[in-house]
């Protein structure tokens, strides 16, 4: 995202360059999220596939409070920050699953 914005600092390039990063974090959330399907025995299985449905609820509710808050202010450094921290949810949540993953390997 960084070498992104650097190409286009604008507040609509910042924008962008955050909204691919949230694509491309998603994808990679999804690819982990398969891997780690893999290496799960059946219960453990279910277990990941109820947290993993159950997520997006969550993350959808968050974005509409980030939206609400970060659109209550006024300025527009803030549709970036905005774009931003969504970016953050999802990445955090791949690094979790990132974690699992690499916890269901063994040692």
Do not use: K
Not at 47 to 59: E, G, K, N, S, V
Not at 82 to 99: H, I, K, M, N, S
């Amino acid at each position: 995202m960084e070498a992104c914005i650097e190409q286009d600092p604008t507040t609509a390039g910042m924008v962008r360059c955050a909204e691919e990063a949230l694509r491309a974090w998603d994808e990679e959330m999804n690819r982990v999220y398969r891997e780690l399907q893999g290496r799960l025995d059946p219960g453990g299985r279910e277990a990941l596939r109820t947290a993993q449905r159950a997520w997006p609820a969550w993350r959808d509710a968050e974005f509409r409070f980030i939206g609400r808050l970060y659109g209550s202010r006024a300025g527009t450094m803030y549709l970036p920050m905005e774009v931003g921290r969504r970016v953050d949810l999802v990445r955090q949540r791949t690094l979790e699953l990132r974690a699992y993953r690499a916890l269901a390997a063994g040692p």
